[in-house]
Every structure is written in structure tokens, then in C-alpha cells.
């Protein structure tokens, strides 16, 4: 299968994984608002070997989004192989004529004939637009506790063994995304144990564990991350809130790109920014626009706009009547109340 990621130009602009927000509406807004590659929120191995419906949700997508990464979470190597396995099994359905498809099944994408133009890429089957991602960076308790995310990047081993099973098994390309370090673990050791494994990219946040959400990148390890896998694609990732940000971390790292995270919430357009490497003016009507087209695509896959509050509060952000509008936002659960309030 077509390797994406090899088509994408340096610097590649990545919506970074995000639990809880980047579901398939705000992938494809970000997808338009100029993001290269965008990815999903984590998936459970377990879920998905148990066959959960929820989890398995979270496999939809609109082919519009793509390049679409689907990041996984997991302990068990053997899990992530068959989760592999059954998103193979998944992604082989949307390969099939129509006709050959089950009408029924939950999983298809919504509007995909299974070949289409992608903005941005050249046009082919949509699976060739798909990625799989590990997790080796959440450092979220309910995943942690369990061995999964930032603490899977403490055990060497057992890492190796998760991404050469999901090489092994995947039709995808494979992709990680790790912090600076964890414990005694650094960023650079972790690469240097996998190198030779045939994933294609990694994303780092340039942040430890113990730093959690804030401080200081680490430029120097993503640079030297990058000299040591100069074949792989590397994403730098962490703090990055404007254009300057983005241009002084590619500068200092001379990584392939950037992944965007908290940065773009209630503020996409900041990947067009980056991508034209020019400061875009939002005007109140461009910002009104955005958020309608926002909610409307929320709406596709939602009956309200109650979970879409979480990102609707964000627009306001520096606005000077913004903590009125945010407090009328949050009891706005349908988009003839949210045109009424903006
Ligand atoms: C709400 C939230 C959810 C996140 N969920 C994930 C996740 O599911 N998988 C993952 O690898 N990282 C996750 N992250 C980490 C981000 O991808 C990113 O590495 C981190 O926020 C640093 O980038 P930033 O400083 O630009 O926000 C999450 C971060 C936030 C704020």
C-alpha cells in the first residue's frame, strides 16, 4: 500500500492527537484551515479487541480528512497485532466497489465511494491516505496506570516488541508519538532501541513526563532525534501557539514538520498561518463563519452541540466581551441558538 506520508512536502503541518478533540469534525476543519495530515484521538487496543462499538466508532471517518492518522493505545503486543489486523480487515472494506460492500456496516466512512479527489493530495483510493500511530506519550492516569502511553516509553522492550507487531501486521503506514523522556528513558534512547524497525515517522513533544503540559521544549534532542533517523520523518511537537513559535521550533530542530496540538483549539486558522507563513487578520465575521461551519460539521455525526462546547468556548480567546459570550455559549445546543448568540 502507498506509503502518504513520502508525498507530503517538508515542513508537513500535523493536527496532533488530541483525546477528546480532534473527532472527525475538527480533523476536517483543520484539514481545510490548512493542516498537511491530521490526527485521531487515541483508540483502545483492547477496545477494538473486544469489538467495542464505541471504540470501534472512532475508526469513522470522511475521506475528506485525509491524510488521516489513526493513533492507537494499548500494553499488550499481541493486542496491537490483532488491532492491526482488524483495522486491516476495516480499511480492505473501503477498498471494495459499492456493491460489495455491506450497507449495514457502522464503520464506513459516511460519504466515501472509496476513491475520490483529497484536497491536497492526488486523488486514489482513500485507504492509500491512512495512517496508524502509537502512543508513547499520554501521560493521562486512566492510560498510564495501566502501562499504556507515557509509560509504555519506560520499557524498552516491550516497546520494541508493540511496533514491530504493528509493522508486521499493518497494511498502513506506521507512525510513533513520544515525549522528550520519561523516567530513565529519553526520547533518544527510545530511537535508538526501534530505528531499525520500518516505521516511517515520529512525533515528538519535546516535553518530559514530569513537565507534563508546560515548560521548555527540548530543541536539541529533537535535533539530534533527527540526525539519528535522518530516512524517518520527523515531527516536532509541543508550545506551539503562533506562527513564530512554529518557525523558531523548525529552525532550532530542522525537523520535517510540526504537530499542532492545544494551538489550534478555537483557533485553526493558525495552520493556514504556518502553511502561508503569513499572519492571517480574523475579523469578527471570518471567526462567526468559522465557528458555524465548526458546529455544522459537528452536527453531522452529533443529534447536539452540548460536546462541541468544549471547543466552542475557545473562540473567544482574547475577544474583549468574551467571558460573556463564552457563558452564553456553553447553553447553546442547537445552531439556530448559536447564530442567535453570535
Ligand atoms: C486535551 C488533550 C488531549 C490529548 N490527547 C492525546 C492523545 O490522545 N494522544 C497523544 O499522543 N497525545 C495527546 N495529547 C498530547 C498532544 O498531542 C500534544 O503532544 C501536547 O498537547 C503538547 O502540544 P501543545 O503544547 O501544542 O499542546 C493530548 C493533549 C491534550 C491537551
Known amino acids: 500500500m502507498k506509503n502518504f506520508w513520502l508525498s507530503l512536502k517538508p515542513p508537513i503541518i500535523a493536527l496532533a492527537p488530541m483525546a477528546g478533540y480532534t473527532d472527525s469534525a475538527f480533523r476536517l476543519l483543520c484539514r481545510e484551515s490548512g493542516a498537511d495530515v491530521v490526527y485521531s484521538e487515541m483508540i483502545s487496543v483492547d477496545g477494538l479487541c473486544h469489538h467495542n462499538r464505541k471504540t470501534l466508532a472512532m475508526l469513522k471517518f470522511n475521506p475528506k480528512e485525509c491524510p488521516l492518522v489513526f493513533q492507537l493505545f494499548g500494553t499488550d503486543p499481541n493486542k496491537f497485532a490483532t488491532a492491526t489486523r482488524i483495522i486491516n480487515r476495516i480499511i480492505t472494506s473501503y477498498q471494495l466497489p459499492a456493491r460489495h460492500r455491506k450497507t449495514t456496516c457502522p464503520l464506513m466512512p459516511e460519504h466515501s465511494n472509496g476513491r475520490r479527489g483529497l484536497r491536497g493530495v492526488a486523488s486514489g483510493p482513500v485507504t492509500s491516505y491512512l495512517g496508524l500511530d502509537i502512543n508513547f506519550g499520554c501521560p493521562a492516569p486512566k492510560v498510564a496506570k495501566n502501562g499504556a502511553g507515557a509509560a509504555l516509553m519506560n520499557e524498552l522492550d516491550k516497546s520494541y516488541e508493540i511496533i514491530k507487531s504493528v509493522c508486521a501486521n499493518s497494511r498502513l503506514p506506521v507512525s510513533l508519538k513520544i515525549r522528550a523522556g520519561v523516567k530513565n528513558i529519553s526520547a533518544l534512547e527510545f530511537i535508538k532501541k526501534v530505528k531499525d524497525l520500518p ?108 460536546p462541541l462546547r468544549k471547543h466552542l468556548v475557545h473562540y473567544f480567546k482574547g475577544q474583549k466581551n468574551a467571558s460573556e459570550l463564552r457563558q452564553k455559549i456553553i447553553h447553546a445546543a442547537t445552531l439556530i441558538e448559536l447564530k442567535n448568540i453570535l
Open 199 to 306: 516505521w516511517t515517522a515520529v512525533m515528538i513533544h519535546g516535553r518530559t513526563l514530569k513537565q507534563g503540559f508546560a515548560g521548555e521544549i527540548d530543541y536539541e534532542l529533537i535535533k539530534k532525534i533527527k540526525a539519528l533517523v535522518p530516512d524517518k520523518i520527523v515531527l516536532a511537537n509541543g508550545g506551539l501557539n503562533s506562527l513564530e513559535d512554529a518557525k523558531n521550533i523548525l529552525t532550532k530542530t530542522g525537523a520535517d514538520g510540526l504537530g499542532l496540538a492545544r494551538g489550534v483549539i478555537g483557533n485553526p486558522w493558525l495552520l493556514e498561518e504556518i502553511k502561508k507563513n503569513k499572519i492571517i487578520p480574523i475579523s469578527d465575521a471570518i471567526r462567526r463563519r468559522i465557528i458555524l461551519h465548526h458546529a455544522k460539521l459537528f452536527l453531522k455525526d452529533n443529534p447536539n452541540l452540548i
